[in-house]
């Protein structure tokens, strides 16, 4: 089972990014899955979550108006679009699929991880 992400990069304060996160070894159509972030010395932080259909999102406060979760079952892959990036939001990006049942705000629910893609967003 892999997760790998893609997409991350080097953008400017107010510039866009879109992240990628195709599963492989597995079928994840029928699990939610999450988007974490960590900057450098600290801890992993819930960005945005999507249930197995898409009918259920979940935001962190701090990119509400801004980020947008997606999916697309069909290529097993779950997608960030990330708008008017600021410079708080540079780290390392993983996305994950969550135990069934499990709180989707915490990184412990999730079972599989992908490597993390970097996004830096310069002032």
């Known amino acids: 089972v892999q997760l790998q992400a893609s997409g991350g990069g080097l953008v400017q304060a107010g510039g866009s990014l879109r992240l990628s996160c195709a599963a492989s070894?597995?079928?994840?159509?029928?699990?939610?899955m999450g988007w974490f972030r960590q900057a450098p010395g600290k801890e992993r932080k819930f960005v945005a979550s999507?249930?197995?259909?898409?009918?259920?999102?979940d935001y962190a406060d701090f990119v509400k108006g801004r980020f947008t979760i997606s999916r697309d079952n069909a290529k097993n892959t779950v997608y960030l679009q990330m708008n008017d990036l600021k410079p708080e939001d540079t780290a390392v990006y993983y996305c994950?699929?969550?135990?069934?049942?499990?709180?989707?705000?915490?990184?412990?629910?999730?079972?599989?991880w992908g490597q993390g893609t970097l996004v830096t967003v310069s002032s």
């Open positions: 070894g597995r079928t994840f159509s029928s699990y939610r």
């Open positions: 994950a699929v969550l135990r069934p049942g499990a709180n989707w705000r915490t990184a412990e629910s999730y079972d599989y």
């Open positions: 999507i249930s197995w259909s898409g009918g259920a999102i």
